[in-house]
């Protein structure tokens, strides 16, 4: 079975692993991508943990474009057109010394609140610093064997358990947004909580309020383009977490419009696992804001939309804002959520769609589409209807640079921890043992 794990890693992860270690730095592919790896699910994400420093890994990849990010948690971006791939240093638990600078900002924090992370360990300091066993076993494909230290991850992940590595509470208090990825958790793999860990999530919720809101805003991304999101944020609000997360979507849980979103989320969902489209952050978006939408805007019941006037781009704009604060999206994410908004309209009466298959946000606003009519509209042949985008990635010209400039200078700018149906354990397959234990 370990065999067969190398063969589910994209090979450029395994070049970036090998190069690596053929440089002699000991390197794991670490995280949520062993996780998904041994859940028999496609990664969306790779993350490799190394014994190399990041300016010793920076160095090895010297042919490509690598970037040291964060403050609180160093870390190599290794860049590949639109893709990233994260390589981290083996951390240890940081010193008193360490931690005792605390910003001003924070002076109102947990006690034992982690600022600082920058203590590099070896890959057992590394794996239990992690927060949670399942996010702890560590694969070695040049090897191709797992190293579980803490002896429990891949025990845990067969029986769809949650715990936290060492004392729960004391865990969240280091780092409250393991609060938030632990309900994650729950919400995507339709795993249960080790009664300790869950005890201790229901009792740190209100510490999120002192997480960092740029964290808590990327987590809240990566929850958007996740194919479970209905799930997650059905956990969220069970827990009593997404009151302080999400507070103005709390206050319209259980009510028709809450509950056409998670269907739209839910059926988003299928179609992503099943390969008919892609995870679209914007689509996502504009799937929680349309129901809301629909009865601010239209004074219709769900999938009933609204007649198109003049004002509504910014109306919706607002809606769309007010509904995610306290978190920030993008401005960009906001604005191709609105255009998405904007289109259904003329999807449900069909006006001049083959006008809009070359405008920007189309595929998303017709997948859109194809979903809620296949919840509300019932519209026969719908999709077949519906022209295809013109412009796909495989033959949408590419941009030119502009020419150089001959004269004078142009000014130059310079330019942050482990993560619908819910897919439940009874589905995971035999794991192989670890070949290394921490107990």
């Not at 010394?97 to 947990?110: F, G, L, S, T, V």
């Not at 004074?299 to 995610?324: A, I, K, M, N």
């Amino acid at each position: 079975m370990a065999t067969s794990l190398k063969n589910k890693i994209d090979p450029y992860i395994l070049d970036v692993i090998g190069r690596l270690r053929s440089a002699g730095y000991e390197t794991y592919l670490v995280g949520g991508a062993v996780r998904d790896i041994l859940l028999d699910r496609t990664p969306k994400d790779y993350d490799v943990s190394t014994s190399a420093t990041p300016e010793e890994v920076r160095r090895v990849f010297r042919d490509r474009h690598t970037l040291i990010i964060g403050r609180r948690f160093r870390l190599v971006h290794l860049i590949r057109g639109r893709d990233i791939t994260e390589i981290s240093t083996f951390r240890k638990r940081p010193d008193q010394e360490e931690q005792a600078d605390r910003p001003k900002r924070c002076e109102n924090a947990p006690e034992n609140m982690i600022f600082h992370d920058n203590s590099f360990g070896t890959s057992r300091d590394d794996a239990f610093r992690r927060d949670f066993t399942v996010n702890a076993i560590f694969y070695d494909p040049v090897d191709d064997r797992l190293v579980d230290h803490t002896g429990l991850g891949v025990r845990d992940l067969r029986d769809g358990i949650v715990r936290t590595i060492g004392d729960p509470a004391l865990r969240f208090e280091e780092d409250p947004v393991r609060v938030l990825r632990a309900i994650k958790l729950v919400g995507q793999y339709g795993f249960a909580m080790e009664p300790e860990t869950g005890k201790a999530v229901r009792a740190s919720i209100e510490l999120i309020e002192h997480a960092s809101p740029s964290r808590l805003s990327l987590e809240l991304e990566k929850i958007l383009r996740n194919s479970y999101t209905g799930s997650i944020l059905k956990a969220f609000h069970d827990y009593g977490f997404l009151r302080y997360y999400l507070p103005e979507l709390d206050a319209r849980f259980g009510t028709p419009q809450m509950d056409y979103a998670l269907a739209l989320l839910g059926l988003r969902g299928e179609r992503i696992r099943s390969g008919i489209f892609r995870a679209s952050l914007s689509t996502a978006v504009a799937m929680v804001a349309l129901p809301f939408a629909e009865d601010e805007i239209g004074r219709t019941e769900p999938g009933g939309l609204w007649e198109p006037y003049y004002g509504v781009e910014s109306d919706l704009r607002h809606l769309v804002l007010r509904l995610f604060s306290p978190l920030v999206l993008t401005h960009r994410t906001t604005s191709d959520t609105v255009c998405n908004l904007i289109m259904q309209p003329r999807f449900f009466a069909h006006r001049k769609l083959h006008a809009m298959a070359d405008r920007k946000g189309y595929p998303g606003a017709r997948e859109f589409a194809i979903i809620q009519n296949l919840l509300a509209w019932r519209i026969p042949a719908f999709e077949d209807s519906c022209p295809l985008p013109v412009r796909t990635a495989s033959n949408s010209p590419k941009r030119r640079r502009p020419p150089r400039r001959r004269h004078g200078r142009g000014d130059r700018n310079s330019s942050p921890d482990a993560s619908g149906g819910t897919e439940k354990t009874a589905d995971v397959p035999d794991f192989p043992d670890a070949s290394e234990s921490g107990l």
